[in-house]
């Protein structure tokens, strides 16, 4: 299991610490498993592989649909809105024109 942001003070441990099994497709908020879409994984996923730089948008779209499909302006910010309201308002911060970022910057 990958572990990922998830308290204020980004402290490992506690009731909020989020974790991620990508095989098994299970994300986990303390003790609590969070059902997520397949977008809403993908994204996470997403974010996790460059957790604390910033992931441009484009980029996230094409990571999950393949850029095959032409996708509305607002999709991503739709999955990333279900993301923290499952796993906390403070876990992905967005960099307006650009993207967005999980956890604190590097």
């Known amino acids: ?3 990922f ?4 003070n980004g402290d490992a441990a506690g009731p909020d610490r989020n ?13 609590q498993h969070i059902r997520l879409s ?6 996470l996923l997403a974010l996790m ?3 604390g ?12 649909y393949g850029g095959s499909t032409t996708i509305e302006s607002n999709t991503i910010a739709v999955y990333v809105h279900q ?12 960099v307006h024109g ?3 970022r999980l956890g604190p910057e590097r």
């Open 83 to 94: 993301l923290r309201r499952k796993l906390g308002d403070s876990l992905i911060a967005t």
């Open 5 to 8: 942001a998830g308290t204020p």
């Open 19 to 31: 974790s991620v099994d990508p095989v098994r497709r299970i994300v986990m908020r303390g003790d």
């Open 1 to 3: 299991a990958a572990f």
């Open 38 to 43: 397949m977008h809403e994984f993908r994204t």
């Open 49 to 51: 592989e460059r957790q």
């Open 98 to 100: 650009y993207g967005y």
């Open 53 to 64: 730089r910033v992931v441009p948008r484009s980029h996230l779209e094409d990571l999950i």
